[in-house]
């Protein structure tokens, strides 16, 4: 009896003290939310603008008056100001596929897609590599269905709705951030047949964007009958499309990554591309009855950089070549980097340190622009091998010496791998200014070859 009376008294000390903590926790809880709104708007205007963005979605919520400002113009500016607030990012589809993908590294002007859906795609990851920080999103765009993802650029992707099957024939062109669930339809284009080349370009101090829209749409078609030469630029300011500069020839093919993005990259108000031409003349083309689709109407060889002024609307070859030689399976990547252009190559080699690694060796190439604005004069950057610590021991155990095989991005300093077949859950990462690789887990070791990790250079933004 009496230890059950004991036990009965300790139970109601146990209630009354965890009353007493809830207690003063809500005390506290007031007495912080009084002491917020004592604050002066810019203030908590200057706090805010020093949290990540994942929190930041967070704070949006907690009443109308701080989503208000969190969204204004003003607080976009005041983020801009602030360097922790800008590093650059990834964004991260996990794909799920019940049989192996190979993905193409080209594309000619006419219809090549690669298209995915709520079934294939579970997670979408933010990837911070300067913080080594992951941040997970819910694919809510993917439940409108089959989609197919067409470019992308600082906070804002473009995807576009297929309709038919996913046989091609696609409608529905998206501007999306992922960060915020935002979405815009973009009306349709005044001409019906540009819609191979799309590139999404977003202006950095405002988030009004462009899309360059160009290209023939008939698949198998004839060069001489369907290529159109036409450009359309749409204007989010002004909504509408307007006609641009032509094509400087109408059987260019246009370099893409291994999941038929056109590759392209944004420097001040050009957008730039990696661009190949038919040896054949004229008058052969003219005369020729070859179709889109046929080996021997195929390029073998990308020669020069293809630029477009976001100023005057028209398209120009910059004079110069490229610093080494890029055929449709060349492993390569064009991003912008403090104002330059770099060119990175997955290129093969004997070198044991990189053939019992990564399996390749990247090159990297730097053109200044403000040094050689009118001229490609490329610099090499020096590239340090992996290093043989035990994390990355681990890391290539299951490669065993075999050739990479996976999807990689690079955008600023930052060059990042993934492999679901050989590293699972795990990304290998390169700074280019400190020459340092670095391995981030963000789940599973184990290797999925059912698993792909696509990565796409991306700013974290709240601005739509």
């Keep these: 009896m ?20 809830r207690a003063r926790h809500s005390e506290n809880e007031t007495e912080e939310v009084q002491r917020w709104g004592e604050l002066h708007d810019s203030v908590v205007e200057k706090i805010l603008s020093y949290i990540p963005v994942p929190k930041l979605l967070q704070f949006r919520s907690v009443c109308k008056h701080w989503k208000r400002m969190i969204d ?15 590093q650059t990012s990834f964004l991260v589809l996990q794909l799920c596929f019940s049989h192996a993908y190979m993905g193409c590294d080209w594309i000619s002007l006419h219809n090549n897609y690669f298209a995915f859906n709520s079934l294939n795609i579970r997670v979408l990851r933010i990837f911070n590599p300067l913080l080594n920080s992951w941040y997970t999103f819910p694919p809510s765009v993917l439940t409108r269905g089959e989609i197919f993802s067409r470019s992308y650029h600082r906070g804002l992707w473009c995807i576009q709705l297929l309709s038919n099957g996913g046989d091609g024939d696609m409608t529905q062109i998206m501007i999306h951030n992922p960060t915020s669930g935002w979405i815009k339809e973009v009306p349709s284009s005044i001409n019906p047949k ?11 101090e405002s988030s009004n964007f462009k899309l360059i829209s160009s290209g023939c749409t008939i698949a198998g078609c004839t060069f001489r009958q369907e290529v159109s030469l036409h450009t359309q630029v749409y204007d989010s300011v ?42 054949r003349t004229q008058a052969e083309l003219d005369s020729s009855d070859i179709e889109v689709g046929t080996s021997e109407f195929h390029w073998n060889w990308f020669t020069n950089l293809l630029a477009f002024d976001l100023n005057d609307y028209v398209w120009k070859l910059v004079p110069g070549d490229l610093p080494f030689e890029v055929t ?29 690694s990564i399996g390749w060796k990247p090159r990297i190439y730097s053109w200044d622009r403000q040094s050689s604005p009118d001229m490609l004069i490329w610099t090499e950057i020096a590239v340090t091998p992996p ?25 600023g300093d930052c060059i990042v791998f993934f492999s679901g077949t050989f590293w699972g859950h795990r990304a290998l990462l390169y700074n280019i200014s400190s020459r340092i690789w670095t391995v981030s887990e963000f789940g599973p070791k184990r290797p999925k070859r059912s698993k792909w990790f696509m990565p796409l250079p991306f700013d974290l933004s709240l601005n739509r």
Excluded at 194 to 204: D, G, N, P, T
């Design 72 to 86: 204004s113009p003003q607080f976009r500016c005041l983020r801009h100001q602030v360097p922790s607030t800008t």
């Design 194 to 204: 540009l819609k191979v080349l799309i590139s999404l370009v977003v202006e950095k």
């Design 2 to 21: 009496k230890n059950s009376f004991c036990s009965e008294g300790r139970g109601d000390k146990r209630k009354k003290s965890i009353a007493r903590k």
């Design 238 to 279: 002004t909504n509408r499309w307007k006609s641009a500069g032509n094509l400087p020839n109408p059987f260019l093919q246009f370099k893409t990554d291994g999941y038929l993005h056109v590759m392209y990259a944004v420097a001040d108000h050009y957008v730039y591309y990696i661009v190949g031409r038919s040896r």
């Design 387 to 411: 290093p043989t610590e035990r994390q990355f021991q681990k890391l290539f155990y299951h490669q065993r010496g075999h050739e990479y095989a996976g999807l990689w991005a690079g955008q």
């Design 328 to 356: 449709r399976r060349s492993k390569i990547k064009l991003f912008e980097r403090n104002g330059a252009l770099v060119l990175v190559e997955l290129a093969q080699t004997e070198e044991r340190e990189w053939k019992m």
